[in-house]
């Protein structure tokens, strides 16, 4: 209808592995409302429930100074089952990290950690593991709100970015367009970056070239305000040695992963 306000779009930067949910529009509210008897999750998740995967955590990788801490709204399943982020195939967050230059050499989720060597840091504003960010509270959004401000005002990071619109207005109770904020987060001199989620369900930026041009922009103000502040840049870490069981669980996981999304699309 003429005038109606578009609901802003959230998905969880840490993408949930894609159930029907996930085909906006295609499913109606009826069909939502029943209530379908939990299953094992075996063939996702290594023989857990959903509620043993969702009483996981996705830990945060955090440090003082950072150039960039990527903000997310709370992790999905895949993320917390695997304990890392940006992990669905799906998510073009890391070869978008790698092509606009914010990191010197290709990694994958499971290499998020060593994103610290790099200036990049990770965490999410509610901790908790859910299938959908509408799951969570306004109450609980406001009250981890807080928490993550103060741990910013801590650790001082040049820029916090959050990866997606719609997880932002929530966090700020306001509106807003993507790229550079007018303000800094609450009490802090932290500059703030919005991007279109990078999940590739997002309806707005669905490919990864849409996507790219603002990690690029991320970089020139990550840039920009190392050399203000007189930051210099961080020198490139050996590569690590590759443990074989890291590769073996995450070469199973992306199979499984790839198994249980063709299944998905043939219901």
Partial sequence: MPGKKRKAEVVQENDPLP??????????????????????????????????????????????????????????????YLGHHYCNANNHFWPCLYESGLIPRQLTYWEDAQCMDYGLGFTNIVPRTTRSADELSRKEMKEWSKVMIERMKELKPLVACFNGKGIYEIFSGKKCEVGIQPDPLPDTETAVYVMPSTSGRAATYPKRADKLKFFVELKQLRDTLRAKYGRLSLPIPSQPSVDPTILVKSLHCFIQHVFTSISTLKL
Wanted: glycine share 8%; proline share 8%.
């Fill in 19 to 80: 159930t029907e949910d996930a085909q906006d529009g295609e499913i109606s509210s009826a069909e939502k409302k029943k209530k379908k008897p939990k299953k094992p999750l075996d063939a996702k998740f290594g023989g857990k429930t959903e509620e043993e995967v969702m009483a996981l955590f996705l830990p945060d990788h955090l440090k003082p100074n950072l150039d960039i801490v990527f903000i997310g709204i709370n992790p999905g399943l895949y993320s917390a």
